[in-house]
Every structure is written in C-alpha cells, then in structure tokens.
C-alpha cells in the first residue's frame, strides 16, 4: 500500500510538471502570438528590423521629414509646416523615450499627427532604429559642405 501512495504522489508531481513545461512552451507558440496579434491595431508586422523600420519611416514619417530626414519648410494638405531635421544634433541628443512620446503624442499644433493607436510600440522602436542609424548616416557630410 506504501509503494502505491508513492507511486501515485511520484505519477502526480510528474504529471505536474510536465503540464507547466507544455503550458510554458504553449504560450510561446507562433500560433498563440499570431491570435493574439490579429486583434492588435491593424498596420505593418511588429519588428525591430531596420529595413522594415526603413518601411514604416517611408509610409508614416518621410512625407513630412523627407525620404532623407532633413525635414524642412512643406505644404501639406493646405498647411505650411515645418518639420524637424531628423539627422540633426538637436534629434540625435533625445533619448529613445523622448522620440517614442514624440511620435506616439505628436505636435498637433506644428502639423504632426498623433501615431498612438497607430503603430505599435516595436514599429516605433524600428522607425526611431532607421532614424539613428540610416537617416544619420546620411547625414554625415564633410564640414564645408553645407546642410540641405
């Protein structure tokens, strides 16, 4: 009777765990993630790639900031605005948290849109990614030649 109650204390503690092990692995399973991104906003995969935060610059940023970043004086939708330089010294010193509110609350007076509900948290993280490494490449010129 001893062994019995051991063996079904030892069966249960096994069963026990290798539940938790499977539940563990479930949630990480692609078909998880997927439902429970199909409900998120709709836009662009979420990614951290730079090629596909030079995308989502493209389509959500570039009108207004250039394909290169350098903004300047525009006429959108009837509206004179004038975006910032995105490979200035003055963006460069922000820090990542300060871009992300940037880009999640905008400037609504200054003509830039507001993207919370818009992008996602690891799109903008892809966007400001392309600003700091492509953009800013671009942007290195030679000290007599002057800004565009």
């Known amino acids: 009777m001893r062994e019995l109650k051991?063996?079904?204390?030892?069966s249960a503690v096994a069963l026990f765990v290798a539940c938790s092990q499977n539940a563990t692995s479930t949630l990480n399973t692609p078909a998880i993630n997927a439902k429970a991104t199909s409900t998120a906003t709709p836009g662009p995969a979420p990614t951290t790639d730079i090629s596909?935060?030079?995308?989502l610059y493209k389509t959500s940023c570039s009108?207004?900031?250039?394909?290169d970043g350098t903004?300047?004086?525009?006429t959108i939708d009837g509206r004179q605005i004038n975006p910032d330089?995105?490979?200035?010294?003055k963006i460069s010193a922000k820090t990542d948290e300060k871009l992300t509110q940037y880009i999640l609350e905008g400037?609504?007076?200054?003509?830039?849109p507001a993207f919370k509900g818009r992008l996602k948290d690891d799109q903008i993280k892809a966007?400001?990614?392309?600003?700091?490494?492509?953009l800013s490449k671009?942007?290195?010129r030679p000290p007599d030649v002057p800004a565009r």
Not at 52 to 55: K, L, P, S, T
């Open 6 to 10: 051991i063996f079904v204390v030892i």
């Open 138 to 140: 671009s942007a290195i």
């Open 107 to 112: 400037f609504p007076e200054d003509g830039m």
């Open 71 to 74: 903004g300047g004086k525009i």
């Open 63 to 67: 009108k207004c900031h250039k394909e």
């Open 52 to 55: 596909a935060g030079g995308e």
């Open 127 to 134: 966007i400001i990614i392309y600003i700091r490494t492509d």
């Open 85 to 89: 330089d995105l490979t200035s010294a």
